[in-house]
């Protein structure tokens, strides 16, 4: 089984970056799509963007665009979530996941099957 872990997140005021990590612990990790997520405090989680094998393919909730890039680097098996002009309302637990079908890069259509323990963003305002 994968082992994801996030990490990066913090306190920060409002306009302030952030970027978080995703580290696997094993190198397959690099074969999979990935996505990061979120979950607010009484909400569901939410979807907020995905990353393909070689990084050649992004998708992005329309809320993220032109704010949050998705990055990945396989020799670290890591992948990157920056979180720029931050808001109030992007407080909430950042997760990432992964897909374990190899190379599979439909990033509207993943099926997550791997969670790291998430990592905790508060942009105060």
């Known amino acids: 089984q994968v082992q994801l872990v996030e990490s990066g997140g913090g306190l920060v005021q409002a306009g302030a970056s952030l970027r978080l990590s995703c580290e696997a612990s094993?190198?397959?990790?690099?074969?999979?799509?990935v996505g990061w997520f979120r979950q607010a405090p009484g909400k569901d989680r939410e979807f907020v963007a995905a990353?393909?094998?070689?990084?050649?393919?992004?998708y992005y909730a329309d809320s993220m665009k032109g704010r949050f890039t998705i990055s990945r680097d396989n020799i670290k098996n890591t992948v990157y979530l920056q979180m720029n002009s931050l808001k109030s309302e992007d407080t909430a637990v950042y997760y990432c996941?992964?897909?374990?079908?190899?190379?599979?890069?439909?990033?509207?259509?993943?099926?997550?099957?791997?969670w790291g323990q998430g990592t905790q963003v508060t942009v105060s305002s």
């Open positions: 990353i393909n094998f070689n990084s050649r393919s992004t």
């Open positions: 094993t190198p397959t990790f690099i074969r999979y799509p």
């Open positions: 996941a992964g897909d374990p079908r190899d190379y599979y890069s439909d990033l509207q259509r993943l099926v997550y099957t791997y």
